[in-house]
C-alpha cells in the first residue's frame, strides 16, 4: 500500500486498505478538523485572559512538571491553566478554559474530504475512531467536533482517544491502547493522519495499516509561512494578529492536482486575493443598498477589472453586473471641460513627454506633429515641451480642448448608459484594482449628475493622494493600514495589473453609440497567453471556495476580515517574496502605462540586478524604471529579500551610506589640463563581498586614476561606469543608468577578465570620463571591485606614474 496520501485523495483512502480493515482510525486536528489560521498557537492570539506567549510558556511548563512529577509528557488543559493563572481561582480558570474552547470551535471547521472519507466508511460498515495527540480530553474534543461541524459530523464517530486521558502519545503507544479498546488486531485498522512519526510510523511499528496526510507539499509550506511573516509585518512593530489563512483547505486539495506552473501560481498566489477581494465587494454591495436603497450596478473597470469580474461570475454574479472601458486616459479627457480643468491638469504633468501631453489635451495628431515636430534630443524635447505649454496657455486652445472634451463626456455616459441603464438614485459600483482611483475622480461628478445616483469606487488596493471626499473604499485600504504599508505594495502594483488584465488595446474614445475604440494591443501573444492561463488558476480557485472544502456548524461572523488578511498576506508575499517558479512564468512581462503613449517597460531584469547590486546594493532600485524589482531579489538569500521588505515596508528613511562603518581607502589623483590633484576615496560594501568607491569629478577632469596597489595584492574588477547625475536630488543613488567605461591598468598583472594582481604598489587603475553635455550636471564615476588579498606591507616607493596631461589625455 502506498504509504502517503493528497488531500484530495481522502474520499476514496478505503481503497488503498488492506482486505479485511473493520476500523477506520483518525487523527483529529489537520485531518478531520482544520484550522483556518497558519498555526495551532495562532489561535491564542484571540485570547482574553492571557497573551498568546502566556498560553504557550504555560503549556510548555506543564509538561516539564508533568514529566517531572509524572513521569509523563501529556497533560491536560487545567493543568495549563493552573500553570498560566496560579494565583486565579477554579471558577476563573474554568471559565478561562471555556473561553479557549469557543475560540477553538470559532476557528476549526471539517474537512469536506476526511467526513467524505467517514461517510464511504459508515456506508462499508467500518467503526470510525478519532485518536489524537491533545491537551483536550475526550469529551472535550468530542464537543469541539460536534461545536465545530456539526452533531451529524460528531454522530459519524464512534470512539475518541485523547493522549491527556491516556497519559501516552500515539508514538508511546496510544494505538495500541485503541486497538485493544476496540477489541480487535491490529491488522484491522486503518490509521490516518498528518504527521508522519506519530500517526505513520508509530501505527506501522504495531502493525496497523497507515497512510501519511500530506497535507501541504515543501513549496507550498514555505509559502505560506512567508505570508504569515507578511501578516506579521503589515500589523507593524509589536502588532498581534490571527494569522488568518481561510484559503488552507481549498489549496489543499487543489494544488496538488494542477500540474501547470502557470495556472498553479494563479492559484495558489493570486487566488486567495481575488476571492477575498470579490466576498468583500459582495458585503460592500449589499451594505450601500441597505444604507441608500436602490440597486447598485456593478461596473468591472476594464483593462484591470477583467479578472475581478472573471472572479465574480465565477461565485454567480448580481443581478446588474456589467464591463465598462474607462481607463485613465478616456477619464482625463472626459473631465477637461473647461479652462480651469485644462490648467489644473496641465499643472500637475510638468516633465510629462510633450507628445503624451498634447494627446492627453485631445490635439490630434497631425496638430503634435506640426506643433512637435519629432523630437530625439534632449534639447529637441525641451524645446517642444515650451512649445506645447505656450500653446496650451492660449485662450482659443483651452476652448478648443473643452469643446472636444464635452464630446468625449457624453460618449462616455452613452458607453456607460449602454452597459447598466441605471435609475435614479441607484448605485454605480465602480470595481478596479485600484490604487488611486484616479479614473473615478474625474468621472464620479459626471456620472453622478447624468444619471442622477450615486457613485461608489471599490478597489483592492486603495491609497489616495489626495482627500477627494468621492465614495471610495479599499479591500486593502487606510483604514485598516498604515501609509507606509500602503506605499509599499503599490510599489509593486504592476505585476498584478498585467496578470489581471484581458488583450484589448487601451480605449482611447467611444463612438456616438458608446462602443469602445481602442489603440491595437501591445503586449505580445505570448504574453497574453500565459496571463490567460494565470487566470484560470484564479478562477478555479474560486469556484473551489464555492463548492466547499469545509464544513462548519455555524458560519463565522469575522469571514470578510479573515479574507481580508489572507488576502493582504498573500499579496504582499507573492509582491516581496515571489517563488523562483513563478517568476519562471513572468520573466518575459512588460507593462504598459496606459497614458496615451505606446510605452513599455519590463517588469523586471535580473540579469542586470546582479550587476546593478554589486555596484550600489539594494540602494540601485532608486531611481530604476522597472516595474517589479523585488522579483529581481528572487535569487538572493532572505537576509538580504527581508531587508528589502522591511525597508519598504516601514518606509525607512535609509541611504547606502547607513549600510556600515567600514570603508576602504584610496589614494586617488585627477588629472586636468593642468595638473594633477592628489586625494582620496572611500569605497563602501555593497553586496557579495563588493565593494564601490564613487568619485564626483569636477568639471575639467581628463582622468580619473586610483591607486589600488598600495592598498590590494589582489583584487577583482567588476567594472568602472559614469553617470551624469542632477545634483538638486542630493541623493547619488538616484544617478542614472550608467554607462561603461574601459578603464587602464598598469603595474599590475590581468589574469582572465577581471582578476588583477597588483605586482607594483605602485599600481593604479585609470579613466577617462566622458565629456559632460550638461552643465548643470555632476559627473560620477563608480569602481567596483571585490578585495582578495591586501598588502600587508607598503613600500616607500612613490607612484609609478607621473600626472601628464598628454598621458590623461592617452
Known amino acids: 500500500m502506498t504509504d502517503t496520501i493528497s488531500p484530495h485523495q481522502l474520499p476514496e483512502a478505503l481503497d488503498r486498505a488492506p482486505a479485511g480493515v473493520k476500523v477506520l482510525s483518525l487523527d483529529c486536528f489537520d485531518t478531520l478538523l482544520w484550522r483556518d489560521c497558519h498555526a495551532p498557537a495562532d489561535v491564542f492570539a484571540s485570547l482574553d485572559q492571557l497573551s498568546s506567549g502566556q498560553r504557550i510558556v504555560a503549556e510548555r511548563n506543564a509538561r516539564k512538571a508533568a514529566a517531572t512529577m509524572h513521569r509523563r509528557c501529556e497533560v491536560n488543559l487545567g493543568e495549563i491553566y493552573t500553570q498560566a493563572m496560579p494565583n486565579a481561582g477554579e471558577a476563573e480558570r474554568r471559565a478561562a478554559i471555556a473561553a479557549e474552547l469557543a475560540q477553538e470551535a470559532r476557528a476549526c471547521f471539517a474537512f469536506a474530504p476526511t467526513v467524505a472519507l467517514m461517510r464511504e466508511a459508515k456506508r462499508r460498515g467500518l467503526e470510525i475512531v478519532i485518536v489524537s495527540d491533545t491537551y483536550l480530553s475526550a469529551a472535550e474534543l468530542r464537543a469541539l467536533i460536534a461545536g465545530a461541524a456539526g452533531d451529524e459530523v460528531a454522530g459519524l464517530i464512534d470512539r475518541v482517544f485523547a493522549s491527556s486521558d491516556a497519559g501516552i502519545s500515539k508514538s508511546q503507544g496510544l494505538l495500541a491502547k485503541v486497538a485493544k479498546a476496540m477489541k480487535c488486531g491490529a491488522d484491522a485498522i486503518l490509521h490516518i493522519g498528518d504527521n508522519r512519526k506519530a500517526d505513520h510510523d508509530s501505527a506501522r511499528a504495531l502493525g496497523i495499516a497507515a497512510l501519511h496526510l500530506d497535507q501541504f507539499g515543501k513549496a507550498a509550506s514555505q509559502r505560506m509561512r512567508f505570508e504569515r511573516a507578511c501578516q506579521q509585518l503589515a500589523r507593524g512593530a509589536g502588532g498581534a494578529g490571527a494569522g488568518a489563512m481561510p484559503q488552507r483547505a481549498v489549496l489543499a486539495c487543489e494544488e496538488p492536482q494542477i500540474g501547470d506552473a502557470t495556472r498553479s501560481l494563479g492559484l495558489t498566489a493570486l487566488g486567495p486575493v481575488f476571492y477575498g477581494f470579490d466576498q468583500w465587494l459582495r458585503a460592500e454591495a449589499a451594505a450601500i443598498e441597505a444604507a441608500r436603497g436602490g440597486r447598485v450596478h456593478w461596473l468591472f473597470m476594464l483593462r484591470d477589472g477583467h479578472l475581478p469580474q472573471l472572479v465574480h461570475e465565477a461565485g454567480g454574479a448580481e443581478q446588474s453586473t456589467a464591463r465598462v472601458e474607462i481607463s485613465r486616459f478616456v477619464a482625463i479627457a472626459a473631465s477637461l471641460t473647461n479652462a480651469h480643468a485644462v490648467k489644473d491638469h496641465l499643472a500637475l504633468e510638468l516633465g510629462l513627454n510633450p507628445a503624451t501631453l498634447a494627446r492627453q489635451m485631445l490635439f490630434e495628431e497631425d496638430e503634435i506633429e506640426s506643433l512637435l515636430g519629432k523630437p530625439e534630443t534632449d534639447e529637441e524635447r525641451i524645446a517642444a515641451s515650451h512649445a506645447l505649454h505656450a500653446e496650451l496657455r492660449k485662450g482659443q486652445r483651452q476652448k478648443v480642448i473643452a469643446r472636444r472634451a464635452r464630446g468625449r463626456a457624453e460618449r462616455l455616459i452613452a458607453h456607460v448608459r449602454k452597459a447598466v441603464d441605471p435609475l435614479p438614485g441607484d448605485t454605480l459600483m465602480l470595481v478596479d484594482l485600484g490604487y488611486n482611483g484616479t479614473a473615478q475622480d474625474r468621472v464620479d461628478t459626471l456620472l453622478s449628475q447624468a444619471f442622477d445616483c450615486h457613485v461608489a469606487g471599490r478597489y483592492l488596493l486603495l491609497r489616495e493622494m489626495t482627500a477627494s471626499g468621492f465614495d471610495k473604499k479599499g479591500l486593502i485600504d487606510a483604514r485598516h493600514h498604515d501609509g507606509e504599508l500602503l506605499e509599499a505594495l503599490c510599489g509593486n502594483v504592476a505585476v498584478i495589473e498585467q496578470l489581471a488584465t484581458c488583450a484589448l488595446g487601451s480605449v482611447t474614445d467611444f463612438d456616438e453609440c458608446g462602443e469602445p475604440l481602442r489603440k491595437p494591443a501591445s503586449v505580445k501573444g505570448s504574453q497574453s497567453a500565459v496571463r490567460e492561463s494565470v487566470q484560470k488558476g484564479v478562477v478555479r480557485f474560486a469556484e473551489a471556495a464555492h463548492e466547499g472544502a469545509i464544513i462548519r456548524a455555524e458560519p463565522t461572523g469575522g469571514a470578510t476580515e479573515d479574507w481580508r488578511e489572507a488576502a493582504l498576506g498573500a499579496l504582499m508575499r507573492f509582491m516581496f517574496l515571489p517563488a523562483p517558479d513563478e517568476l519562471a512564468v513572468l520573466k518575459s512581462f512588460e507593462h504598459d502605462v496606459n497614458l496615451g503613449s505606446d510605452r513599455m517597460v519590463a517588469l523586471f531584469d535580473p540579469d542586470h540586478a546582479r550587476e546593478a ?122 544617478a542614472a543608468v550608467p554607462t561603461a567605461l574601459s578603464p587602464r591598468i598598469d603595474g ?63
Open 613 to 734: 547590486m554589486r555596484r550600489r546594493g539594494l540602494f540601485y532600485m532608486k531611481g530604476s524604471d522597472r516595474m517589479f524589482l523585488p522579483a529581481e531579489l528572487a535569487g538572493e538569500s532572505i537576509d538580504t529579500r527581508l531587508s528589502l521588505l522591511v525597508q519598504k515596508r516601514f518606509g525607512l528613511a535609509l541611504s547606502r551610506a547607513d549600510g556600515t562603518n567600514e570603508r576602504i581607502a584610496l589614494p586617488a589623483i585627477f588629472l586636468d589640463s593642468g595638473d594633477g590633484i592628489r586625494s582620496q576615496v572611500h569605497a563602501q560594501p555593497t553586496h557579495e563581498g563588493y565593494y564601490a568607491a564613487r568619485l564626483a569629478v569636477p568639471r575639467g577632469t581628463s582622468a580619473v586614476a586610483l591607486q589600488v596597489g598600495s592598498v590590494f595584492e589582489w583584487l577583482e574588477i567588476a567594472g568602472v561606469t559614469a553617470s551624469s547625475i542632477d545634483p538638486s536630488r542630493g541623493d547619488l543613488g538616484d
Open 748 to 810: 599590475a598583472r590581468i589574469h582572465a577578465d577581471s582578476l588583477v594582481e597588483c605586482t607594483d604598489p605602485a599600481a593604479f587603475v585609470l579613466v577617462n570620463p566622458p565629456a559632460q553635455t550638461d552643465s548643470g550636471a555632476i559627473q560620477l564615476i563608480e569602481f567596483t571591485f571585490r578585495p582578495l588579498r591586501r598588502r600587508t606591507r607598503h613600500t616607500a616607493r612613490g607612484p609609478a606614474m607621473t600626472p601628464q596631461p598628454k598621458d590623461a589625455a592617452a
